[in-house]
């Protein structure tokens, strides 16, 4: 079910397709809605950069938008909720080609799958909630007086996140599980697909990048483990810094 306006929920297409025609030229007033830290808009902000799509980042919600979550991206007018369907919507204009059919099974696998586990397996654990906090500034205080308790808190926040995280995503798997999946479908290939960068690596780093960032201690020996650090590395260094939004206005 649209919303009210007839925005797209999360998983949901847009209503009405953006114009065919429009080209990565055509890309003139384009807005994000986000959190700096937030892995879906790291993502969304990594395929604006890599694409060279200037965009101007706004922090926090879209004020009015019956759509209540972030990322939201304005382009030209036309509002795009769901980093997911952000990235399958663009990939025409930005990339010059739509998604095939295995990269839109991974955009979403990446985003609704193995995002929600690198946060649980983050968040459920004490230690690296306090150190994403930190990085994050939660425990200065400028979420308020709730921030300021998060090193004592921790240790029960993290179990009550990891239950709202299982509760709102039944069915969701181990992040080592994810990762063990998508270096299957990955093999021996360097990219994704094709010769070059594509869209799915481009995700792929950028739904994980943060925990990095933030000095996690999980998320290298996951990568490790998966046997995907290397591919991991080496598409972040060929990504112009999506963490610190170097492109935006
Ligand atoms: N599937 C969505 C997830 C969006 C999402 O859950 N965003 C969080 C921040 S990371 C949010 O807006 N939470 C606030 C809320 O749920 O009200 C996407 O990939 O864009």
Partial sequence: MPTPSGLNLEREELKEPLPA????????????????YSMPCVKVRAHLTYTLVHFTAREGKKPGSDYEKIPVL???GRQINDSAIIVKTLAPIIYGRPLTDEEWHWEQRLTYGTMIAAEKTCFGDATDLKKFAHYVGFDKGWHGFWGLLI????????????????KNNPGLLPLDDYLKEYKAALGDREYFTGNSIGPIDVSFVGI????EKAGTSFIKAALQKAKLLQYYNSIKMRLPNPWECAHCG
């Fill in 74 to 76: 304005d382009v030209n």
């Fill in 21 to 36: 025609d429009w080209t990565k030229a055509d890309l003139k007033n384009v807005t994000l809605y986000q959190q700096f």
């Fill in 151 to 166: 090193p004592i808190a921790a240790p029960i926040l993290s179990i009550v996140i990891k239950k709202k995280l299982d």
């Fill in 208 to 211: 994980l990048v943060v925990f």
